[in-house]
């Protein structure tokens, strides 16, 4: 049985008796005023009546019926349609009852996630970003919705979620919007001239273990273990497991936020995915071990619960501010993750401050949105920045190969929002080279075209590169010629060593 068929029948069979057993009509609580449908995909609507009632839903022309079941559930399912400005009314009558649901759009919608970097509101931006002041006056965006979903940890996957609201963005509403995916869904709107909504389901402080589905937690021993000792809630063994994680209390156990916070919106289409996390799995006492699997349990485990295989899923690799001694692990692990399909990582290795939440989440917001229009809507625009490819040996020299090279290699430096530009007598700082000794070496590097030439004194025959491993690289000027930094990169990431300072017995 596929697994989130399994997992649906197990939330049906759990539901609350008071939600069935209630006479009155009800819809889910996604479904208000101002929501954004998802395009060009099969639209399910569901909700509650009376027991073997019949219930009508009607939308955008469309009326189709279904019958409650014996536990008062029903769903219908709406063919799909175009997106659409026009704010339309949602109608689901039910004998002499019925509910009415105002200024639905059709567009696509995205579900952001994460720790509190994605949470990080635009009203906290705009305390220490001058340019998000203008932009919260300036924000009235009519296409543009959010959706916050909070709720507490849960054992069981619920098949409803708390309260929860969708908001038209106006200068009124957008201070509480997360500022990540407000840039995001604001470049997506001005380019592709649809509706774009936003669920935003984050939680600050957050590992990435809660958001991932109890059923993903297989195919490594960690994974498998953490699964285990997340349902024994034994904290302090998961603290102390290597790869595993430093759960704080409930909320940071394996699938708990998921339970209450996706898994109540399974039924709910969606465009894709953004997310935002990594500190909390990379800080003191925590263990940045094993991330790349976590995050392929993410994936995949979403996927596999919303039953879409290929869904789009981007992602922020931790930037150089605020970084603590596992940051530079973790990074790799975040871009050893793109080896799982249709994903990909906005690069903020430039985007410095000294804290660990930086104002400029408008660079953030492009980056991803130049990731969604690239490969999910076909746009011709470079979505990433150079990218670890492969890496030759001449000689002594060692030769790095990168993919996303347009327009050859360039040395620049950001400041602030402005875009990248070149210095005089600019030098690539934190190379390292590393020989058959694993012993890593300061390097000099100079580019040739869509290359980067490497070597060192010290050695003769090198064999592995790393660029910018460093808790907070303050030069990392790699860019490509569409001013996209250069990943962090290790050629060999078997010879990275990280040794946490776990918790002891």
């Given at each position: 049985m596929p697994y989130?068929?399994?997992?649906?029948?197990?939330?049906?069979?759990?539901?609350?008796?008071?939600?069935?057993?209630?006479?009155?009509?009800?819809?889910?609580?996604?479904?208000?005023?101002?929501?954004?449908?998802?395009?060009?995909?099969?639209?399910?609507?569901?909700?509650?009546?009376?027991?073997?009632?019949?219930?009508?839903?009607?939308?955008?022309?469309?009326?189709?019926?279904?019958?409650?079941?014996?536990?008062?559930?029903?769903?219908?399912?709406?063919?799909?349609?175009?997106?659409?400005?026009?704010?339309?009314?949602?109608?689901?009558?039910?004998?002499?009852?019925?509910?009415?649901?105002r200024d639905v759009l059709v567009g696509d919608v995205w579900h952001a996630s994460g720790q509190s970097n994605m949470a990080m509101t635009m009203q906290s931006v705009a305390k220490r970003l001058e340019s998000a002041v203008e932009h919260i006056r300036n924000a009235e965006h009519p296409g543009l919705r959010f959706c916050r979903i909070q709720g507490g940890p849960s054992k069981a996957a619920l098949l409803e979620s708390g309260e929860l609201s969708w908001a038209r963005i106006t200068p009124n509403s957008v201070g509480k919007a997360s500022a990540v995916a407000f840039y995001t869904a604001r470049k997506l709107h001005e380019d592709l001239g649809i509706p774009i909504g936003i669920l935003d389901s984050s939680r600050g402080g957050t590992p990435i273990e809660p958001y991932i589905p109890v059923g993903a937690f297989v195919n490594h021993p960690t994974l498998v273990r953490e699964r285990e000792l997340g349902e024994a809630e034994d904290l302090a063994a998961l603290a102390r497991l290597p790869g595993g994680v430093r759960a704080r209390d409930a909320h940071w156990l394996p699938g708990r936020l998921f339970n209450s916070r996706l898994a109540p919106l399974q039924r709910f289409a969606v465009k894709g995915a953004l997310w935002y996390q990594g500190e909390s799995n990379s800080?003191?006492?925590?263990?940045?071990?094993?991330?790349?699997?976590?995050?392929?349990?993410?994936?995949?485990?979403?996927?596999?619960?919303?039953?879409?295989?290929?869904?789009?899923?981007?992602?922020?690799?931790?930037?150089?501010?605020?970084?603590?001694?596992?940051?530079?692990?973790?990074?790799?692990?975040?871009?050893?993750?793109?080896?799982?399909?249709?994903?990909?990582?906005?690069?903020?290795?430039?985007?410095?401050?000294?804290?660990?939440?930086?104002?400029?989440?408008?660079?953030?917001?492009?980056?991803?949105?130049?990731?969604?229009?690239?490969?999910?809507?076909?746009?011709?625009?470079?979505?990433?920045?150079?990218?670890?490819q492969r890496l030759t040996v001449d000689g002594h020299q060692a030769v790095v190969h990168f993919n996303h090279t347009d327009g050859g290699l360039r040395l620049a430096v950001k400041r602030g929002l402005a875009p990248p530009s070149s210095e005089d007598e600019m030098t690539l700082d934190h190379v390292e080279v590393a020989d058959e000794t694993k012993v890593w070496h300061p390097a000099v590097a100079r580019i040739d075209g869509k290359t980067l030439v490497v070597e060192s004194e010290r050695v003769a025959a090198p064999v592995a590169v790393r660029y910018a491993y460093a808790v907070d690289p303050q030069h990392a000027y790699l860019y490509n010629a569409a001013g996209l930094p250069a990943s962090p990169f290790c050629s060999h990431p078997q010879l990275l060593r990280y040794d946490p300072q776990l918790p002891k017995e």
């Open positions: 989130q068929t399994a997992l649906f029948l197990v939330m049906m069979a759990m539901v609350s008796f008071s939600l069935g057993q209630a006479a009155e009509l009800r819809l889910g609580r996604v479904f208000c005023d101002h929501a954004v449908l998802q395009r060009n995909t099969t639209v399910v609507i569901w909700g509650w009546a009376s027991p073997d009632q019949a219930v009508k839903v009607s939308f955008a022309g469309q009326t189709v019926e279904a019958m409650a079941s014996a536990d008062g559930c029903w769903e219908v399912r709406l063919k799909p349609m175009e997106a659409s400005m026009d704010g339309r009314e949602l109608l689901v009558v039910a004998g002499e009852k019925s509910e009415v649901v800080g003191v006492m925590e263990d940045p071990r094993d991330y790349e699997y976590k995050m392929r349990a993410l994936v995949t485990g979403w996927r596999a619960s919303l039953g879409q295989a290929e869904m789009p899923f981007y992602y922020v690799q931790l930037p150089g501010s605020g970084a603590g001694a596992g940051w530079p692990y973790l990074r790799e692990q975040q871009r050893l993750s793109l080896s799982v399909p249709h994903t990909g990582m906005a690069v903020t290795i430039d985007l410095l401050e000294k804290d660990i939440h930086p104002a400029n989440k408008v660079d953030v917001g492009k980056r991803l949105a130049r990731l969604a229009l690239a490969n999910t809507y076909g746009r011709d625009v470079v979505p990433s920045g150079p990218l670890f």
